[in-house]
């Protein structure tokens, strides 16, 4: 076990590793500078960016310099907006996608998996083809056009809520739906199928033959051993959760991680895709672990071992 | 007890002639009653019995159709604009004037733009018509027809004649010219809703094909040769998998800049973690069969054993990956031109062409309707085709 969360944490750093000299690099290979602009800068003051930026350096020096950067966790300067870190542009956006993902996280929980149990529970009948005819919906619509016709309907016509911005606490609800709506139907979909099958195994039978009680039989036999799957893509969704932000975060106009990160790929400004790329990996990378390391808790007859040969 | 059962009990006539033995055949015992089936003819025929799967693969196969005849034979081009014709909705209501020497003059109001276009009896928009006068102030314009006087109130949105009498709708009519209507900068929604769909699924076929290739070299690979080298390649995997990918396909676009193969090419390079996974689990059990080893005896070489014996065994569950690659690919390509990285203009993917739509949403909101049904029917059609392969081809539900 122990060796298990150590190999898992060598892993992590291994593909850290991995990310930043693959971005760094990715980074470096397109064609142009960073103050290659319309504008022809005079070769002297050219030649005084490169200087303090460290440019003019050799690549691997660059590389270096920039891989000490990340482990004293300092991503280093933006190159469009004067005067700012990479690490200033993460903090003033993490907030706002911190608390938009995670509210969207526990709609997910929170709607997904009663939706499916309710469901599994009444298969064939209306509750089922109900939750099963929105959740289909909700798998084949891109996020971006629940959000754009979510906005327009009820901010734009009904005027329930704000057009943009999280001033007013009604500003969460279009965002955190249409950042939700795909992850709700999937969890639904999922938390169907593998209630469904685990309704079939033979210790539900002996359970309700050894004369339980049906919520006992239900809960704790039931739902503990169909929710294994559920947990198991939780990591993969706050992942999606994270990334999905880009577009709903632009269509809302909320100044999150993923709007920064798509008007950095706009202005090409290198240092801020590199850096956010970096964070949202290494966010991501937690996220999974810790996810992984919740399967211990669920499902006792999982026992993680570090490749026993 | 027993008093009960007697209660319950009712009396059963049996028929003389079934109390007789029954009489062993030998033949009739080896008769086999159903036709017998193979695998991929049993496959055939529970895909056929089912119905959204089927729906599924018609739509697909006609979508495919649309989007390679499609465009040869619309009138339009994606790319041909004609800015006096922007933004003209695929139906509207029709009014008509009279002048006193005859002649009727039949047009439409378009509210976004606040402007009347002239359509011809058939139905087709002959062309915008110029206000004889604009008083900004009262914001109001007005169109000569002969000697008739239309005055259009743009606040208010009306159409009257001069003396203040308001114009009567004439019925509903379905735009001829442009059977969608034309998006911002006047090109036909038809002809690019349908040049969209040729690259759509141009680059979610081609990405899905690359990764196909990759997924199974790598993945037969790594199944096939074990040990050692699957340890490593599969860790390798991992560390893939752990990778935000959608992060990678931005970053790949951002160094090769926006445009068709790069998206072909972004798409294509990261998303075959899945399918080696799948590959290599078949291959490890696969390998093990008896025929592995007959070929191996006979002096069958690792690739020969490997595109002979071990994938076209394991083509099912590769198959339903495969349908279930193509739909995240359309996801992922119209995710891409979304946030600007996508094909570049004027060529169109359904991608584009929603961000497009959302640009005018405000006053056009209809036109997002089309590209937005196109992605997610195909989403629906693939899906529903997944779902069905993945059923048809699973040998516990075989009946």
Known sequence: MTAYVVQRLLLMLVTLFAIITLTFFLMHAVPGGPFTSEKMLQPEIQAALNAKYHLDDPLWLQYLNYLRGVLS????????????????????????????????????????????????????????????????????????????????????????????????????????????????????????????????????????????????????????????????????????????????????????????????????????????????????????????????????????????? | MTDRMTDQTVAIEIAPEMWVPATRDGAAAEYIAAPSLTFWQDVRKRLWANKPAMLGLGFIILLVLAAIFGPMLSRHTYFEQDLKLSNVPPLFQTYAVTDSAGATTRFFFNSGNLNLYEVTPSGEVAGLLRPAKKDLIKKQQQFKFGDREVVLDTAKQQLSFADGAALAPGGWQWNMSNLLGTDQLGRDVLARQLYGA????????????????????????????????????????????????????????????????????????????????????????????????????????????????LLPNSVGPILVTLTMLIPSAIFIESFMSFIGLGVTPPEASWGTLTSEAVETLRAYPYQLFFPAAAISLTMFAFNFLGDGLRDALDPRLRT
């Open chain 2, 198 to 309: 040729r690259i759509s699924l141009t680059v979610a076929f081609v990405a899905t094909l690359v990764n196909f290739f990759i997924g199974v070299f790598y993945g037969g690979l790594a199944g096939y040769l074990g040990g050692k080298a699957d340890t490593i390649m599969m860790r390798i995997v991992e560390v893939i998998s752990t990778i935000p990918l959608t992060l990678y396909v931005i970053l790949i676009m951002v160094v090769f800049n926006s445009g068709f193969l790069s998206v072909v090419l972004a798409i294509g390079s990261v998303y075959w973690v899945d399918m080696a996974r799948i590959v290599r689990g078949q291959i490890l059990t696969l390998k093990q069969q008896d025929y592995v080893a007959a070929a191996r005896t006979m002096g069958a070489s690792t690739p020969r054993i490997l595109v002979r014996h």
């Open chain 1, 73 to 309: 966790l300092d991503l280093g300067p933006s190159f469009k907006y004067a005067g700012m870190s990479v690490n200033e542009i993460i903090a003033e956006g993490l907030p706002v996608t911190m608390k938009t993902g995670a509210l969207a996280l526990i709609c997910v929980v929170a709607l997904g998996v009663p939706l499916g149990i309710v469901a599994a529970l009444n298969r064939n009948r209306w509750p089922d083809t109900l939750v099963m005819v929105i959740a289909t919906i909700g798998v084949a619509v891109p996020s971006y056009v629940i959000a754009t016709v979510a906005l327009y309907v009820f901010a734009l016509r009904l005027g329930w809520v704000p057009t943009f911005g999280l001033d007013d606490w009604r500003g969460y609800f279009l965002p955190v739906f249409a950042l939700s709506g795909f992850w709700i139907s999937f969890i639904a979909r999922l938390a169907r199928s593998s209630l469904l099958e685990t309704l079939q195994q033979d210790y539900m039978m002996t359970a309700k033959a050894k004369g339980l009680k049906r919520g006992t039989v239900l809960f704790k036999h039931g739902l503990r051993n169909s929710l294994i799957p559920v947990v198991t893509v939780l990591g993969p969704v706050v992942a999606n959760l994270l990334t999905g932000s880009f577009v709903i975060e632009q269509i809302f106009a909320l100044p999150g991680i993923g709007r920064h990160f798509v008007l950095s790929i706009t202005n090409r400004d290198y240092t801020a895709i590199m850096g956010i790329t970096i964070f949202y990996a290494a966010v991501l990378m937690v996220m999974i672990f810790i996810v992984d390391m919740l399967y211990l808790v669920l499902d006792p007859r999982i026992k993680y071992r570090a490749d026993a040969k």
